[in-house]
């Protein structure tokens, strides 16, 4: 292991300079040829309590980042910092994680309880009659009816589902919950429902929550901070009502603009387009990874080192526009 | 937001036919209802789309708006069948026309073209983009290796596809999510169709992707003045991309009005409540979130589909079946209490 890294006071992670490669494989003997760079250079600091958003388009790393502090991936370079140790078991026990996709995450073969029990069992932290009462002590904090105890996952809605998810994810009293995308199949409706639901579990147990999202509006209701990705680094990190009110970097702003809103004026013909697809990580743009597709680019963006510039609470990555050098 | 700030409708002779106007519409779709054997999971819809239009139908999963869309293409599939209520496209009555004699009048693919939500699944994998363009095209008429190619080429640089030339010869495969829904448009678009239904055509893309995405549909759609049908489930696309919206709620249309009544006016109590769920942005605010969830085609409650989560609902709409009709300030909606619901103070 590396060496451990002073953490702030208040933080429950902190990341230095994470970054997660995968091997490209080619030829008979499966050579590695190269490295995608999923995350590069990722840092910055959870702290106990707060919702912490990663936004970004697909591909730009932010569910590699997730899976990373749950320890599913493994760091290249750079250091994850867990307050309490980062060993895989307490890890397994602490940091909990619900998917986008409620039904492909649950076992279609097991019943509601044992689903919700699976990590009370593996742990051995209740057994017998006091771990039913603790399921169904879950089953009502996410306001399902007890009846679901013996039911399976296909005979619940997509909402219950998500219920039922998140109730595993609690069992275990983590501290630390990853949500990737945990509201983004779901109706508007039922969305609402699910937030407010992880809103006010949040204020009853102090949770700590990773919230990966690619919706900004849902993001600005839901989340304190907010980090922007983009083809796996960091472009702008701040209080979600600072960065999203007045974005610095101009992809923040691209991205933004882009986000429809619910307002008959807002037609389609008056939004700015980018032009074309995000690049592949397999084979990033030199120097700042956005000027391929940014509208106010120049010559010597192609030099540009990245890095994270202060301005006030807020870290922008570097940028010639901003007069960065 | 100013309540009530919406422009009267003007009166009309069949609610269902939007504002009367001399043109008819191109897809007038009158009291549909869809069976799958002992389910209905479509009773009521009533919606109509003009040449130069974009009618937005937008409702929760369930609702039954992807069946509608089936059922004006004829791909309900084994088990599907229209129960009841017409389906008229340019003035021919089609909801009861065998597969063949679809086929013979070249109604889904030559009439009306189709953009699925998942280009990936829409296009065959084992044709270029060139062959299934070709297919496309050769419905118009246009035969010829040569004509077909730079016609195809055309097409594809029309939707802004890079190299449309080497495009042709590309795989879906080979595309990117984005381009292989330009190409799909193009596919679409090809036979000049009238109509030009988009089912969820942006939900798998990328905002940055979704704006490049919509922006096409919408500037095709006025130079070509083809009726559109966005169905949706998104606020956003609606607001960006719709003249009229059709509300549906478990397999009914519950309210028709224009983008800016429905967005800005909503009188339905589930147009208010679906609009009052989303989120606003605000930081740490609670969003008002409608109990329960859509009720599925076995289990229908009586009367008024929506009074068990409606906050409106009074005892009589557990009896009564609303019917959807113009209310005296113009909207066209399914509610028994239409009258007395006041415009919307937001």
Redesign the interface.
Known sequence: MTPEIAMPDGALFSLRDVSVRYPIRRGFFQRVVGHVGAVEQVSFDLMRGETLALVGESGCGKSTLGRAMLRLEDVSEGTITADGGMSRREIARRVQVVFQDPLGSLDPRWRIGDLIGEGLDVHGIVRGAARDARVRELLSQVELPTSAFYKFPHQLSGGQQQRVAIARALAMRPELIVLDEATSALDVSVQAQILNLLKDLQAEYNLTYLFISHDLTVVGQFADRVAVMYVGRIMETGSTTEVLASPRHPYTRALLASSLKVDPDARIETIPLLTGDVPSPRNPPSGCRFRTRCPLAQPDCASLTHRMVMTGSRETAACRANNDH | MTPGSATPMTAMSAPSYGQGSAEPPVLAVQALAVRYGEMEVCSDVSLSVRRGEALALIG??GSGKSVTVLAVTGLLGRGGAISRGSVVLDGEEISRLPETERRRRGLFGRRIGVIFQNPSRALDPVFTIGQQLNEALSLTGLKGGTALRSKGAEWLRHVGLPDPEEALDRYPHQL?G??RQRAMIAIALASEPELLIADEPTTAL???????V??LI?RLQSELNLALIIVT?????????ADRVSVMYAGEVVETGS??EI??DPRHPYTR???G???????????????G??PSAGTMPTGCRFHPRCPAAVAECASEEPRLEAASYGRILRCLRAEELAAYDA
């Not at chain 2, 769920?277 to 109990?291: F, H, K, N």
């Open positions: 929760e999963s990117s984005g381009q990328d905002v940055t992707i979704q704006a490049q919509l922006n919408r489930h998104d606020f956003g696309v609606v607001a960006a991309m983008v800016t967005i800005r409540a679906l609009l769920s989303l989120p606003t942005g605000q930081p740490g605010a609670r969003i008002e979130a409608l109990p969830s859509v």
